[in-house]
């Protein structure tokens, strides 16, 4: 591609590098089944149709679960490759269906033969905006921890941020980031309380940790809210005298009667 920027040609280069890998990890080789084994059938309906997302974790994820799905219907191995691409359809929508239908399907299409790996690399090329590498590095670096969805969340959307990236960061650089973006007092207590150094606990232990403090926290705040409504008189308990006379005044209307 003539004139391209060779920071978006090495995210490119790199992102075809991953779909080709997933290819060959997952459909290299067709899955057999032991002696006596009945094989259960994959149900491809939870796959979420590709309409053509522009970020590439969106057809990332699809193309992971496509590929696991052929996996576990037999289509794995060199020999299921057009098999592969005849069925691929019926998990796409929108534009990307209509891509593929006029380029890989059509009678009249300018290129006669793909293979499983072309198509979703040309999918990338078509529907991907390399662009968007910026977006996600400036979105992975500004991320931070919201109350309302919690620390997994906040884990979570990093991590997407990160798979959209030109060049995938390190442990080093999604534990810094993970702990920049935390509120301080969740900080301090993991440190302090807990013991974890950044320098020798993965981010996945400060997540776990996290999540333990998150959740003390609620059971916390749900308590103190509770002792505070009972403090302001909102739920008064009945005296047992008041319970007694009430008791005794119910019984002498049942005698009169």
Request: glycine share 6%.
């Amino acid at each position: 591609m003539p004139g391209m920027n060779e920071a978006v040609k090495i995210h490119m280069d790199h992102m075809h590098d991953c779909l080709n890998h997933l290819v060959d990890d997952s459909l290299g080789v067709r899955f057999k089944f032991p002696d006596g084994v009945k094989p259960r059938r994959s149900d491809g309906k939870h796959i979420r149709a590709y309409a053509g997302g522009h970020k590439f974790s969106q057809l990332e994820d699809w193309a992971m679960d496509v590929c696991y799905h052929l996996a576990a219907c037999c289509y794995g191995g060199d020999d299921m490759d057009q098999e592969r691409i005849f069925v691929l359809h019926e998990f796409m929508d929108g534009e990307a269906r209509n891509w593929f239908c006029r380029h890989v399907l059509h009678m009249n299409r300018d290129k006669p033969y793909w293979t499983f790996k072309e198509v979703l690399i040309e999918l990338y090329n078509r529907f991907v905006n390399a662009a968007m590498m910026q977006e996600a590095c400036e979105a992975f670096r500004t991320a931070v921890y919201d109350a309302q969805t919690g620390v997994q969340t906040f884990y979570d959307d990093l991590v997407g941020h990160a798979q959209n990236m030109a060049v995938y960061p390190d442990e080093f650089t999604i534990r810094e980031t993970f702990l920049d973006g935390i509120p301080a007092e969740m900080h301090r207590a993991l440190i302090h309380d807990d013991n974890l150094s950044p320098e020798v606990n993965t981010v996945t232990k400060f997540l776990a940790y996290a999540i333990c403090y998150e959740q003390s926290a609620w059971t916390a705040t749900h308590y103190d809210q509770r002792s505070s409504r009972r403090a302001t008189g909102q739920h008064q308990p009945v005296k047992v005298g008041t319970f007694l006379a009430k008791h005794s005044k119910m019984e002498q209307n049942c005698n009169l009667r």
